[in-house]
């Protein structure tokens, strides 16, 4: 069985703040894949990274960076120099390598940055 | 690139009628498709996926004659709620997989539509 963890229901930063979300998965098999995705209010999901379980290197694009380490089964996703524009919900999201992909995602955070 | 679309983006309807909504890629073939439901603050849970030219394979709970779902191309899936009530009024979000190189990793991504909010009077 799969499951991904995201303990921050809510977390509320002031513009210009750091912010680290946090994610934990679950999973037996060798060959998996984790994502996050972004849910501003308008709904849609916005995919932001896909990380393959054999490459442990961290990831940075502009202010976002990831960490994955999988001896801990993270993968924390940092917002630097937070703006009121990506106040969103945030999923972490795990896929094993079965043939359809399936996602199962975490429950998400709430990010509210505020001005 | 990695465009989906959905249509309606928003539907009201009475108790009993169907309910069609439609989930394109638009710049990619999808060789499987995804169809959720999200409550208010809540997280994705996955109704049914659908591959291209076969039946889709409902998740445990998913009633597959309420919620019939057909991929009739690479390009197409629809979600039909049958009679619907308002008990099924919910924002139905689709996915597509995209079928490229596997080697690029891209076939291993979900790319989601718009959603829509169905409200059932």
């Known amino acids: 069985a799969q499951k991904v963890t995201q303990a921050q229901t809510e977390i509320s930063v002031v513009e210009k703040e750091d912010v680290t979300l946090d994610c934990v998965y679950e999973t037996r098999d060798t060959t998996y894949y984790l994502f996050w995705y972004k849910q501003p209010p308008s709904g849609e999901l916005v995919f932001l990274i896909r990380?393959?379980?054999?490459?442990?290197q961290n990831e940075i694009s502009g202010r976002y960076s990831w960490n994955f380490q999988k001896s801990t089964s993270s993968f924390n996703f940092t917002i630097t120099a937070s703006q009121v524009v990506d106040s969103a919900v945030y999923f972490c999201?795990?896929?094993?390598?079965?043939?359809?992909?399936?996602?199962?995602f975490g429950s998400g955070t709430q990010l509210t940055v505020l001005p | 690139g990695a465009v989906v679309s959905q249509h309606p983006s928003r539907v009201i309807c009475k108790s009993g009628t169907s309910v069609k909504i439609e989930c394109r890629s638009l710049d990619f073939q999808a060789t499987t498709m995804f169809w959720y439901r999200q409550f208010p603050k809540q997280s994705l849970m996955l109704m049914a996926t659908?591959?291209?030219?076969?039946?889709?394979?409902?998740e445990q709970g998913v009633e597959k004659d309420k919620f019939l779902i057909n991929h009739a191309s690479l390009t197409l899936s629809t979600l039909t709620v049958t009679s619907a009530h308002p008990e099924d009024s919910s924002f139905y979000i689709c996915?597509?997989?995209?079928?490229?190189?596997?080697?690029?990793?891209?076939?291993?991504?979900?790319?989601f539509g718009p959603g829509t909010r169905l409200l059932v009077l």
């Open positions: 990380r393959n379980s054999f490459d442990e």
């Open positions: 659908s591959n291209e030219g076969s039946k889709a394979t409902y």
């Open positions: 999201a795990l896929a094993y390598s079965g043939s359809a992909r399936q996602l199962t």
């Open positions: 996915s597509a997989r995209d079928r490229g190189p596997a080697l690029a990793g891209a076939g291993e991504t979900q790319y």
